[in-house]
């Protein structure tokens, strides 16, 4: 299953700056006033590397970026460390420069690094501070911490139990198509949380059809929901999204 995600999210790396280079709108090439135009440039041929499957030479490049301070280099470098393209696989290093790109506010970075605190790569784990940066980069929106942080608050990892909160998280995330907190409100739904959901079938049906219609899923997840559409439509339920 972890490994599903980390496909997923190496796969949003790469459309997010392939992306960025080409609308150059991107906060992630302007994240800091201070920031050198010759970094700018670095970090913008570093990632046509990285894109071109180039790695060595966008190491090179993104490694004089991230010293001069661009996130959005330190970011992909970090990557480049976590899965060993152009370098060797180093968990300390790729945590090393997803700090500096999160400290700096790029909210992917802060997402990326919660996961790196929470399962102990490349630093002790740490829920607490795992939380912190889930917050961090759910504030700003980004939906995949966004999910994690309802997952944080519904048990209680790093941060006091809150069914109320890890729902108002998990509905934001799958509002903005994070399959996992679809599949998370399914469930959510489905059994009711004390004091603050009643089990309604009918939604829940609704979240679990979007988890099944999923062609990128997690196989798991997907096969679960698939399950229960099947059953709940047995049931005679009908899929009604709630308000």
């Not at 709108?25 to 440039?41: G, R």
Request: with cysteine; hydrophobic share 40%.
């Amino acid at each position: 299953m972890y490994v599903c995600v980390e496909k997923m999210m190496l796969f949003y790396t790469v459309k997010r700056f392939s992306n960025a280079l080409r609308t150059k709108n991107s906060k992630i090439f302007t994240n800091k006033p201070q920031e050198q135009p010759q970094a700018t440039l670095l970090f913008c041929e570093g990632a046509k590397r990285y894109g071109k499957k180039d790695y060595t030479k966008a190491v090179s490049l993104l490694r004089q970026a991230g010293k001069d301070g661009h996130a959005g280099a330190q970011f992909l470098l970090s990557e480049c460390y976590y899965m060993g393209y152009g370098v060797k696989e180093n968990p300390k290093q790729a945590f090393f420069w997803m700090k500096k790109a999160a400290v700096q506010g790029d909210e992917i970075a802060q997402s990326r690094l919660g996961k790196m605190y929470e399962l102990g790569e490349g630093v002790p784990e740490n829920f607490r501070l795992a939380a912190y940066w889930y917050k961090k980069a759910a504030r700003q929106g980004v939906a995949h911490a966004q999910w994690h942080l309802g997952l944080c608050y519904e048990y209680g990892k790093g941060v006091l139990l809150s069914d109320r909160a890890a729902l108002s998280w998990y509905r934001k995330a799958a509002l903005a198509g994070n399959e996992g907190a679809q599949y998370s409100l399914a469930a959510a739904y489905y059994f009711g949380m004390e004091d603050i959901l009643k089990s309604d079938a009918n939604t829940a049906l609704f979240w679990y059809e979007k988890v099944a219609g999923n062609e990128d899923a997690d196989e798991a997840r997907k096969d679960f929901a698939v399950s229960m559409v099947q059953r709940l439509k047995e049931k005679g339920h009908t899929a009604r999204k709630k308000s």
